[in-house]
């Protein structure tokens, strides 16, 4: 029997479901030395801005149980750089590309969707609009659904149909589904999620806060649940828009539950740390995992546990 | 470029582990990699088991090699990961990945280097000076720790050094006081040409003023915290001033460990750049 591995997200197609996620694979060159990278989904790129930035002081990291708490602040080289370099390297190279990007005001982001517009290999946009490592949290626009939504508007004003937005989001609101319908209103096509939970590590020698940027982003399996509930609710409230979850995905057992919430697509992050090759292995897991549940594609197990519990006895 | 070319992730086993004073020796095997290897690369090995908490990998410096496919490590049990591998058997299969990282770059010509090492950052400059030594380099060694017991200095590591000098902070072995103190003497009395240092980070800034000073070339191994030590998680970065006189934060693992001491710009660590 054939199985059919493929997925879409906002109306693009990808031959797996297993991406990377953004600020975990830098532009893919680094993890090619592991796995040919046209053999995943996509190539989820670091979170690109207008100009190059330093990002946070160091120390940018603390492990925690099972996790990790990150402050890079979005170091970077810009986007004028990254299309040079990055963009022609990973088309050479076979991979999809999904390209993300963050902005300081609404505008910003608009003006990096110019940039990219007509940019060929590029699948999908993933609009970052939750990074956690910011001077300002007003800044981090989707904790509120009006600026969230002003901003998806600024790149759809310039991204007409010829590529999927996908809106990042993060867990650190009272009502994710009430956001992810705001973005949706304004024209995302799917939604990316979640963005890491905002935390702090306090060093018990120095008894300060260990991160440079003081708090920082915690991501890794401790967080897994929280995605898979996030997921839940909005896959709940919105079940025809695609999701790409992520959040603590450590192997293709992760992956599977986090597909049977609803995602479409699954991005491997925290994972890539520990094993670069954590994408390609998490990948052949879910495979075997699917075709061992008896599922003939990816699309049939997408929000599998919201089924009616009438059917439970067939 | 490739971005580290020869790196190779294989499931290698732990051929001894023995304890050497405060540390902890192990020899593991790699295989064919290791003539990939050079001094100044570094391994990173995933800890704790399938069920662990911790999710990240280690990086630890590679001390020495051997042609029969095997590397050694000097481990301080400080930490869950470093603790957990030191409790490791003879026998035990772990994740690794190496080569990583830059290498020390070998003078072309042979001339006097200087080798100083802060605790168990010793541990790669034996490796380097077997190299050194079998270019006709004379190599002294310095190595300083805060009291005897963390001072690594193997006898067969020796056999590759002229002279040897060791430094503590409480004069339990050698001289008393810190290594960096005696050395612009000792680099004006034997030309000394080039530096290698390994060890912590305010003694990698003392030798780069020292170096400065002095009009010679010094390459450093770092240590700063990586989660990743592959390049992907952007955690590792130090300030490093370019051929343009730019400063950007650059990755220790992919720019590193090995750099010029000159370049970096140690007083704007964990500053905002």
Known sequence: ?314 | MPINKHATQIRSIILSNRRIGVYHQIVLEVGDVVKYIKPGNFIAISVGGETSRMVLRRAFAISRTSDKGTVELIIAPYGGGSKWLCAQSEGTYVDVITPLGTAFGIPTEPVTALLVGGGYGSAPLFGLAEVLKSRGCRVIMALGASTAAKIYAPIEGKRSVTSLKIFTEDGSAGEAGRVTDSLPQLIEEHEVRVIYSCGPMPMLEALSEIAVAADIAHQCAVEESMACGVGICMTCVLPVKNANGKIKNLRSCIDGPVMDGESVQWRLVGQQL
Not at chain 1, 183 to 199: E, K
């Open chain 1, 1 to 314: 029997m054939s199985f059919d591995f493929s997925t879409t997200l906002g109306g693009a197609w990808f031959p797996t479901p297993l991406f990377t996620a953004s600020g975990c694979a830098s532009s893919g060159k680094e993890l090619a030395q592991f796995f040919p990278l046209r053999e995943i989904g996509a190539v989820v790129t670091k979170s690109i801005m207008l100009k190059p930035r330093a990002g946070r002081p160091t120390p940018r990291m603390a492990e925690t149980p099972s996790g990790m708490l990150n402050s890079i602040g979005l170091q970077g080289p810009g986007i004028d750089a990254f299309l040079v370099e990055d963009i022609p390297w990973l088309a050479a190279q076979g991979a999809r590309v999904i390209v993300s990007i963050a902005g300081e005001t609404a505008e910003e982001y608009g003006v990096l969707a110019r940039k990219l517009r007509g940019v060929s290999g590029i699948s999908a946009i993933e609009v970052n609009i939750s990074c956690p490592n910011v001077e300002n949290r007003g800044l981090v626009f989707a904790c509120d659904p009006n600026s969230a939504s002003e901003v998806v508007k600024s790149v759809r004003g310039i991204i007409g149909g010829e590529l999927p937005i996908l809106a990042k989001l993060t867990p650190d609101v009272t009502n994710i589904a009430s956001i992810a319908s705001a973005v949706i209103r304004a024209g995302a096509d799917g939604i990316a999620m979640i963005n890491t939970v905002l935390g702090m590590v306090i060093n018990t020698e120095t008894m300060r806060p260990h991160l440079g940027g003081k708090t920082g982003g915690l991501s890794g399996p401790a967080i897994r649940p929280i995605a898979v509930r996030a997921i839940y609710q909005v896959r709940e409230a919105l079940p025809n828009v695609s999701i790409l979850g992520m959040g603590g995905v450590a192997s293709g057992k992760d992956a599977f539950e986090m597909i049977l919430a609803g995602a479409s697509g699954i991005s491997i992050g925290t994972a890539s740390f520990g094993d670069p090759s954590a994408v390609y292995r998490i990948q052949n897991e879910l495979r075997e995992i699917l075709i061992g549940k008896g599922f003939a594609s990816v699309k049939e197990a997408v929000g599998y546990a919201h089924r009616a519990n009438v059917t439970e006895g067939e």
